[in-house]
């Protein structure tokens, strides 16, 4: 099993992690394991962007303003806001292909990798990335 004691949650885990629903067994377990060593769950300031995206295509419904969902995450307990350094989003343009092509999971990927994080993700290209052992991932 993957490395799993920090973990940055990409946005959809954050969604599904704040609306409580089903996740992979492997990941509730990381999830609940690194809340009861004291260890912070961590999210990117990227995924106030992607809820941003999210709401404006309709891709995902929203009972709230994607702003007043960012600021419920930030209220879960034991999770901590990663912010964007020059260095992440510069690495980000630099990550070891072959490499997903979407912004948000590129800036993710570098923020998991500068701060030794394992990505919690169903993202499929993410998945396959850690496949190839360029970052931790963990499916949920």
Excluded: N
């Amino acid at each position: 099993m993957a490395r799993t004691s920090s973990l940055l949650l990409d946005t959809c885990a954050a969604i599904w992690l704040a609306q409580q629903a089903p996740m992979e067994p492997e990941a509730v377990e990381a999830i609940d394991g690194a809340s009861d060593a004291g260890a912070m769950i961590r999210l990117s300031l990227i995924t106030a962007w992607e809820l941003g995206l999210l709401a404006k295509s309709g891709r995902a419904a929203m009972a709230q303003p994607p702003a007043a969902i960012f600021r419920a995450f930030l209220q879960l307990p034991g999770l901590a806001l990663e912010g964007l350094t020059a260095e992440i989003l510069i690495d980000s343009s630099l990550l070891p292909a072959p490499i997903h092509g979407d912004p948000a999971d590129r800036i993710i990927i570098a923020t998991a990798r500068a701060l030794d994080l394992t990505i919690v993700t169903r993202d499929r290209l993410i998945l396959e990335y850690a496949a190839r052992g360029h970052v931790r991932a963990l499916a949920c």
